[in-house]
């Protein structure tokens, strides 16, 4: 039951209103995430996985970097396991939210305010023209092809689980 309602609370608030590509999406845009991951980024254990303490070293890696642009474009749907905590939900997808800019915004705030204690000083934020590239690459047509990126990045990296 409890998890049912997750989706539901996931679902209703993926489709709250559509924001507008060209606008500023670091610490605006985060209020979309907020909702569930909440404004530090800590989550919810068991309902909605923690971006703090975890986002700057997935951010880290080419294969990190492709799957959050994934996972804020296509959304991913599914088990996880995010340090030891099984999530079984839905992140919907924001692609229609944000353009190639406002997704690098978002992920760069994302690692440089709420996970900035993890973030390397040698860390490059995310750029419109990286996003879109990973976007044209087709890596993640879908939160199925989310998770596959997913399953290679914890391949490479197993730090990660």
């Known amino acids: 039951m409890f998890q049912l309602l997750v989706l539901f609370i996931t679902l209703s ?10 606008q ?11 909702a569930c991951h909440l404004p530090g980024g800590e989550g919810i254990p068991g309902a909605f996985p923690p971006l ?3 986002i700057a ?3 880290s890696s080419d294969e990190g970097r492709a799957y959050l642009v ?9 088990s996880i396991t995010v340090n030891g905590m099984p999530y079984m939900g839905v992140m919907p997808a924001q692609g229609s939210n944000y353009d190639a800019g406002g997704i690098s915004e ?3 705030y994302s690692v440089q305010v709420i996970d900035k204690e993890n973030a390397s000083t040698d860390w490059k934020p995310f750029s419109a023209a990286e996003v879109e590239s990973i976007l044209e690459s087709e890596s993640a047509t879908n939160s199925q092809g989310t998770a596959r990126l997913r399953e290679a990045l914890l391949a490479q990296h197993p730090e990660l689980r």
């Open 52 to 54: 703090k303490g975890r």
């Open 24 to 34: 500023s999406t670091g610490e605006d845009g985060f209020q979309r995430c907020a």
């Open 70 to 78: 994934a996972v804020v474009n296509v959304g991913l749907m599914g």
């Open 57 to 59: 070293s997935i951010a």
């Open 13 to 22: 608030l993926g489709s709250v209103a559509i924001a507008d590509p060209s």
């Open 106 to 108: 978002l992920l760069n």
